[in-house]
């Protein structure tokens, strides 16, 4: 029920159509003002996204020692997959150097993140994404890098389980030497063990892809320009189950 009809109910039963008519325009009012503080929350978790990405990622890059070249490339790289825009990149590359700054407190960074998004999960799991993304992207993940990804997790309220399934879910659509690392991947992509049911894997695939819907992701404030990285994450997904049923013949 819209905040309009609400308020023009409970007047008309507080005092009649004159009263329908003052609760109609109170809501309207009130219908306003929500719209307007619920656009100005969504373009703070954008912002501020954008902002913790980065510098979480400068972090991370430097995990191992320093920032390489490498590193660098992988971080522009991951403006052009993000499709930023020119005032975007600025931004994003003064948050990717303040976060390999000596002195930098990536755990009020990651505190400061979570708590603008509110807990929400899909978009901290998304934020955790693309940490792994970035890290993953050079073919190897250093034991330190592994190990910030961990902190930036639990700073973030998920855990280490959370880490490798992302992780996972990342090698799905990568060659493998093994098969069956292949399938194992596959099953913690999906938070599930090889002894998971026909049932409770669809009722885990499902349950991804809801979450992960692009349009619900944007509508919690991830920005726009994630949305390709989202429409990935969903891809991967796809491909994991897609092989778990190619293995089991269920339909």
Known sequence: ????????????????????????????????VLQHVLRNRLALV???FLDSTFAVMGALCKADGAVSRDEILVAESMFARLNLSSEQRQAAMAAFSRGKAPGFDLDAE????AGVSRGQRSILVMFLQ???AAVTADG??????????????R??????????QLEALLRTGAP???????????????GLSSSATDAEIKKAYRRLMSQN?????????????MRQMAEERSREISIAYALIKETRGFV
């Open 130 to 132: 693309i940490q792994c």
């Open 176 to 190: 493998r030497p093994s098969p069956q690392h292949k399938l194992e991947d596959a099953y913690t992509a999906l």
């Open 1 to 32: 029920m819209s905040v309009i009809v609400l308020f023009a109910l409970i007047g008309l039963f507080i005092g009649g159509v004159r009263g329908l008519l003052i609760g109609a325009a109170i809501g309207y009012g009130a219908s306003w």
């Open 140 to 153: 190897s993940v250093h034991p330190a890098e592994h190990q910030v990804l961990v902190r930036v997790a």
């Open 213 to 225: 819907h692009p349009d619900k992701l944007a509508g919690r404030g991830l920005p726009e320009s």
């Open 155 to 164: 700073g973030l309220g998920l855990s280490e389980a959370d880490v490798a």
């Open 110 to 113: 990651v505190s400061k993140f």
């Open 46 to 48: 954008q912002a501020q």
